[in-house]
């Protein structure tokens, strides 16, 4: 079974600090690992999209990176502003056999970081 | 979060009743997920699809079905309503790079 964890469960820091997030997976038989950030009361938007073969992948001050054999993620984020503040979760498919053969349907979250950044 | 759209947006059943949520995707899209979100609990998956005509269990099945006879929809039916089903629901869609969300539907069961 594929448990994802994400550690700190909370962050409160200044604006203008660098900061990095965790994503922790315990299978690391993985298609891919994205990126969401969620707005109180609203839906998931999606962030970064790493593929199981790439080691990282960067939008604008955003920076993820994979590393699959320790099953682990990293979510940067440079110089954060007060519009950075959501919760930022973490989600990976899983490899799952069923009855139309394998595929990477299962999709498997974390439980957040929730972020927030004072002026 | 273009493509995907939930509806209703918000409703309000008394135990005991029935109601279909409908989740709509236009990008032609083999999976299609439901969940359910609780203060504290995170993002519970509910139902999934990999495929037209295909439906699976997830973590939190009991007291909902689905169906999926067409691509682009996936349906998810509270038979019974119950208070622990106050919720709200999410659905996403994924092809073979990202899965996109739904706004949401805020389910109350009084």
């Known amino acids: 079974k594929q448990e994802v964890t994400q550690i700190p469960a909370a962050l409160s820091v200044p604006e203008g600090e660098n900061l990095v997030l965790n994503c922790s997976f315990t299978?690391?038989?993985?298609?891919?690992l994205q990126w969401f950030r969620q707005d109180p009361g609203k839906g998931l938007t999606s962030l970064l999209l790493i593929q199981s073969s790439q080691r990282e992948q960067t939008s604008g001050r955003l920076n993820a990176s994979l590393d699959k054999s320790s099953g682990r993620s990293t979510l940067y984020i440079a110089a954060s502003q007060p519009g950075d503040s959501a919760t930022y979760l973490c989600a990976v498919p899983k490899l799952a056999v069923g009855r139309g053969g394998t595929s990477y349907g299962k999709l498997t979250f974390g439980q957040g970081t929730i972020l927030t950044v004072h002026p | 979060n273009a493509g995907v759209t939930q509806t209703p947006k918000f409703r309000v059943l008394k135990t005991g009743q029935s109601m279909t949520l409908l989740c709509a995707q236009d990008?032609?899209?083999?999976?299609m997920y439901w969940y359910r979100q609780d203060p504290g609990m995170g993002l519970r998956l509910i139902h999934y699809?990999?495929?037209?005509?295909?439906?699976a269990k997830g973590e939190v099945p009991d007291g909902y079905n689905v169906s999926r006879l067409k691509k682009q929809n996936f349906l998810l039916g509270l038979e019974s309503a119950a208070p622990s089903q106050t919720s709200v629901y999410f659905c996403?869609?994924?092809?073979?790079?990202?899965?996109?969300f739904g706004q949401g539907t805020r389910l109350t069961v009084v």
């Open positions: 699809s990999v495929g037209e005509g295909t439906t």
């Open positions: 996403a869609s994924r092809g073979n790079t990202e899965a996109f």
């Open positions: 299978d690391s038989a993985i298609y891919n």
């Open positions: 990008m032609n899209h083999e999976y």
